[in-house]
C-alpha cells in the first residue's frame, strides 16, 4: 500500500509543476510570438493602412513582458523609393499592471533611428493624403471615452524628420533630435522614473538643446522642460496649410515661453503641468478666395496649471486686442460660416478603422469631465463686421469699440461669474456716425445668470434693410432701453425673465416717398414704456406704464385692398 505524502511535500510537488508550467509557457512565448506577431503586424498594418509595411526583427522576453521590434519601415506613396516612416529599433518594457488595469501601462519605451519622410507635392497637398483621408474622423461617431494610460521613461534617441518642399525647391531637416520624458500619465500609477527630461535636436543646421538638469529626478521628484519661441513668422508656412481646411493663413508672428514641469511626490500620483505664456500677434486668416475672415493685433494667453492629461485647463490673463471678424449672410440665407465649415460626409469605411479602438472604458471608471478656468478674460478694441445679402437693400453693419471682461471664469461653477460687454453700432461707412451703444453687465454659474443691459442712441434708420422686410416706408427716429434680466435652471424654480426699467422710442416717423413728395404716414414724439416684466416660461407680461406724446396717423386703403404700410 502507498504511502501518502505529507502536505508539504504535496505542496512543494504542486509549486513545482505550476512552475514548470510557467516555464513551458515561457517557453512556447519566446519561441512563437515572434513569428506570428511579425506576419500578423505587416499584413494587418498594411491592410490598415494601405501602405507596405515591413518588419525586420521581433524579440519578446515573456517573463519581463518586453518587446523590441527591429528595423520596421512603412513604405511612401505607390512609385516613391524613400519610406515614409522606419526606425532600427522599439523597445517596449510593459508592466504587469496593464493585466488587471485593462489599460497599457508602460515601464519603458525607447525609439532608435527614427526617420519620418514627408513631401510637399503642391499647394495644399501632400503625400500623405492617402492617409489623412483614411483616418478622417467620421463626425456622426457617437463620443468615446479617451484611452487611459500610463507611459514611463520614454527615449527618442536619433530621430530625423525630412520635409521635402517641392513647390519651393526646399528641403528642411530636423536632425539628431533626443527626446526624454519621464512620463506621460493619466492613470495613477507610481513606477521607477530612470530618465531626465530633456529635448536637443538641429533645424536646418540650427541647434537647440533645453539643458541637462543638475540633480537627477529620483533624488528631487520632479524635473522640467522649457521651451523658448521668439517671433516665429507664420507666413512662411501659409503654402504648407492643406487645401481641404476652409481657411488661408495670411500671417502670424508667434511667441511662447513654456515649461513642461514633470512632478512625482511620495505617495501621490505623477503629474506633468504645462505652465508660461504664449503669444500670437498680427493673425489674418482669410477665406479659400481671399476674402478676409479673422485678424487680430495681438494675442497674449497666460497657462497657470494646463493638465491635459488630467483634462484639466487653468489660464491666468487671457487678453485679445485689436480683434476684426467678419460675418456674413448670403443670398440664399446661409451663412458663409456654413459654406466654409461644411462637413463632407466621410466614407464609413476609411472612419471605421479610426474609430473603433477610441473606446478604452476597460481602463475602469468614466474619464473625468473637463475642468477650465481663466483669471482674467479682457477684449480689446474689437470688431464685428456684418454684411447681409439676404435682405433688399443689402445691409452692412458693424459692432466697433467692443470690450469683452470676465472674472474668474470656470467651467464647470457654482460661483458667480462677473462678466461685462460692450460695443457700438455704427454703418460700414467712413463718415458714418454712431448708431447705437450697447452695455451688458452680468453675473453668471452654469445654474443661473442675471444683469442689466442698457441700449442708448439706436438710430433706426440703420436697421431699415430689416424693416423693409415688413413695412414699406423709410423707418427714423431713436431708441433706448434699460433692464435685467433673470434667469435660473433650477428645477424647484425655473424662470427666464426680462424686467425693463424703461424703454423709449422718440421722434419715430415712418417715411414714404422722396423729397418734396415725402410724407409722413405715422409720426409721435416719444413712446415710452416703463416697469414692463416679461415671463418667458409663464407666458406672462407685464406692463407698468404706457405714455405716448404727440401722435400722427396717416393710414390709406386703395382700390386692391392694400394699406399704405405693408411691404
Partial sequence: MPRSLPPRAILLRRLAIAFAALLLFWAIAWLAVPPLLKSQAQQRLGALLGRSVSIGAVEFRPWSLELTLRDVAVAGPEGAATPLLRWSR???????????????VIAGLE???LQVHLTHLAPGRYDIDDL????????KAPPSEPLRFALYNLKISDAAFTFDDRPAQRVHRIEALQLALPFLSNLPSQLEVTVE?????????????????????AERRHGELKLHLADLDLAQFAAYVPATLPLRLRGGVLGADLALRFEAPEGADPSVVLSGRAGLAKLALAEPGGA??????????????VQPLARRVALGEVRLEGAQVRLAREADGRLQLQRLFAAEAPAAAASAPASAP???????????????????LAVEDARLLWNDAATKPAAALQFEAVKLQGEKLAWPSKEPMPITLEATLRRQAADAAPAGHLRIEARANEREAGGSVALAELALAELAPYVAQA??????????????????????????????????????????????????????????????????????????RITLAQPTVALQRDGEGRWNLAS
Fill in 292 to 305: 478676409p475672415l479673422l485678424e487680430w493685433s495681438r494675442l497674449e494667453v497666460g497657462l497657470r496649471d
Fill in 111 to 113: 525609439l532608435d533611428g
Fill in 90 to 104: 522599439a523597445y517596449v518594457n510593459a508592466d504587469a499592471a496593464s493585466l488587471w488595469r485593462r489599460a497599457p
Fill in 471 to 544: 413695412l414699406l416706408p423709410r423707418l427714423e427716429g431713436r431708441a433706448a432701453l434699460a433692464g435685467r434680466f433673470e434667469w435660473s435652471a433650477d428645477s424647484a424654480a425655473p424662470k427666464t425673465r426680462v424686467l425693463l426699467d424703461s424703454a423709449t422710442l422718440d421722434a419715430l416717423r415712418l417715411v414714404s416717398g422722396t423729397g418734396r413728395g415725402a410724407r409722413e404716414e405715422i409720426a409721435f414724439k416719444q413712446l415710452a414704456l416703463a416697469d414692463a416684466r416679461i415671463d418667458l416660461l409663464g407666458r406672462e407680461v407685464e406692463l407698468g
Fill in 358 to 376: 477610441a473606446s478604452a472604458s476597460g481602463a475602469g471608471s468614466t474619464a473625468p469631465a473637463w475642468q477650465a478656468a481663466i483669471d482674467r
Fill in 132 to 139: 489623412l483621408e483614411r483616418f478622417k474622423p467620421d463626425p
Fill in 197 to 217: 527630461p530633456h529635448l536637443a535636436f538641429r533645424f536646418d543646421g540650427a541647434a537647440f538643446d533645453s539643458g541637462a538638469q543638475a540633480v537627477p529626478f
